[in-house]
Nanobody, 121 residues
């Protein structure tokens, strides 16, 4: 089927930057929406950013102006550039592909394994 490999998480100080990557592999025909969610213990998972196959983007208000989502269709990869990180950005970030078109007319949703971002001084 489809596998997602996330990378780029780590520990940084406030004001620093990180870039998350999520690479998809498998029997993929096309990918419509690609997005990033984040979650902290005891809180509901929230959408951070998403991007469509036409380039339309959506951001949570808390990250507007600081985060930027992009995609490389040739590499089947979505990125999340996170600038001016704040302690409240600390969370496990999950890559989400809600509508992957695979062969034989199937559409599936795929989640990444999560990558931890810790912002602390």
């Amino acid at each position: 089927q489809v596998q997602l490999v996330e990378s780029g998480g780590g520990v940084v100080q406030p004001g620093e930057s990180l870039r998350l990557s999520c690479a998809a592999s498998g029997d993929i025909f096309s990918i419509n929406v690609m997005g990033w969610y984040r979650q902290t213990p005891g809180k509901q998972r929230e959408l951070v950013a998403s991007i469509t196959n036409t380039g339309d983007t959506n951001y949570a208000n808390s990250v507007k102006g600081r985060f930027s989502i992009s995609r490389d269709n040739a590499k089947k990869t979505v990125y999340l550039q996170m600038n001016n990180l704040k302690p409240e950005d600390t969370a496990v970030y999950y890559c989400n592909l809600p509508d992957v078109n695979v062969h034989w007319g199937r559409v599936i949703e795929v989640w990444g394994q999560g990558t931890l971002v810790t912002v602390s001084s």
